[in-house]
């Protein structure tokens, strides 16, 4: 199972030396805290994942996870600007130096023909280090296309935020952060959609820690 691969090269990759003390916590939406179960099956991963939000509805998107208002309404739930706040702002009231962030349309109902179900969006951060997008992507894309065989719906791009230029003022965390967003189109039922969601969210955290 790709969930029980990703997990394993997860681990593995956070024992090395350089990671003793790395924080790493999670936001969901569709996934519905389906990454942290996967997380927390592991013993002792306590030493690096410190926890996550459940945020399924948009108000709790924006009481909890800070996401404004007019990114909702001008983007929706189910976007790159969404995600990407999602995951920064996890980061930084967390202090954690990598996080990831999950919204998609699982299915049946839901989709649109802008958003067809199977639609997720993906944000990764880290603080701890530059990611360096080509490296990280070369990998990442091969192994989403030779593993899951997806159609890759919005190119990776990678951004460098502050919390001067997100306005995160929810802690005196100082850290920048590097964000990468990408976005897939899933096939399958709604169990099937969030399954893969999973192994891509754990599968971003390698091939990140990974480089």
Same mark, same amino acid.
């Given at each position: 199972?790709?969930?029980?691969?990703?997990?394993?090269?997860?681990?593995?990759?956070?024992?090395?030396?350089?990671?003793?003390?790395? =924080?790493? /916590?999670?936001? %969901?939406?569709?996934?519905?805290?389906?990454?942290?179960? @996967?997380?927390?099956?592991?013993?002792? *991963? $306590?030493?690096?994942?410190?926890?996550?939000?459940?945020?399924?509805?948009?108000?709790?998107?924006?009481?909890?996870?800070?996401?404004?208002?007019?990114?909702?309404?001008?983007? =929706?739930? /189910?976007?790159? %600007?969404?995600?990407?706040?999602?995951?920064?702002?996890? @980061?930084?009231?967390?202090?954690?130096? *990598? $996080?990831?962030?999950?919204?998609?349309?699982?299915?049946?109902?839901?989709?649109?023909?802008?958003?067809?179900?199977?639609?997720?969006?993906?944000?990764?951060?880290?603080?701890?280090?530059?990611?360096?997008?080509?490296?990280?992507?070369?990998?990442?894309?091969?192994?989403?296309?030779?593993?899951?065989?997806?159609?890759?719906?919005?190119?990776?791009?990678?951004?460098?935020?502050?919390?001067?230029?997100?306005?995160?003022?929810?802690?005196?965390?100082?850290?920048?952060?590097?964000?990468?967003?990408?976005?897939?189109?899933?096939?399958?039922?709604?169990?099937?959609?969030?399954?893969?969601?999973?192994?891509?969210?754990?599968?971003?955290?390698?091939?990140?820690?990974?480089?």
């Amino acid at each position: 199972m790709l969930v029980d691969q990703c997990l394993q090269e997860l681990h593995s990759i956070l024992k090395r030396p350089q990671y003793k003390g790395l =924080g790493c /916590v999670t936001a %969901e939406s569709c996934t519905g805290g389906g990454i942290g179960e @996967a997380l927390t099956s592991i013993s002792g *991963i $306590s030493q690096w994942y410190w926890g996550g939000w459940i945020t399924y509805s948009n108000q709790m998107k924006q009481d909890f996870l800070h996401v404004p208002k007019l990114t909702l309404k001008n983007h =929706g739930a /189910v976007s790159p %600007e969404t995600v990407s706040a999602m995951a920064l702002h996890a @980061a930084q009231q967390a202090d954690a130096n *990598i $996080s990831v962030a999950v919204s998609g349309i699982a299915g049946p109902d839901g989709g649109s023909i802008e958003k067809p179900v199977g639609t997720v969006y993906f944000a990764w951060t880290c603080s701890v280090f530059n990611i360096d997008l080509k490296l990280v992507m070369i990998s990442f894309l091969k192994w989403i296309q030779d593993e899951m065989k997806l159609a890759i719906i919005a190119q990776p791009t990678l951004q460098k935020l502050s919390n001067a230029s997100m306005k995160l003022t929810t802690s005196n965390n100082a850290q920048d952060y590097s964000v990468l967003i990408l976005g897939i189109q899933f096939s399958g039922d709604r169990q099937q959609v969030r399954s893969q969601t999973i192994a891509v969210a754990l599968r971003g955290w390698v091939e990140i820690l990974n480089t």
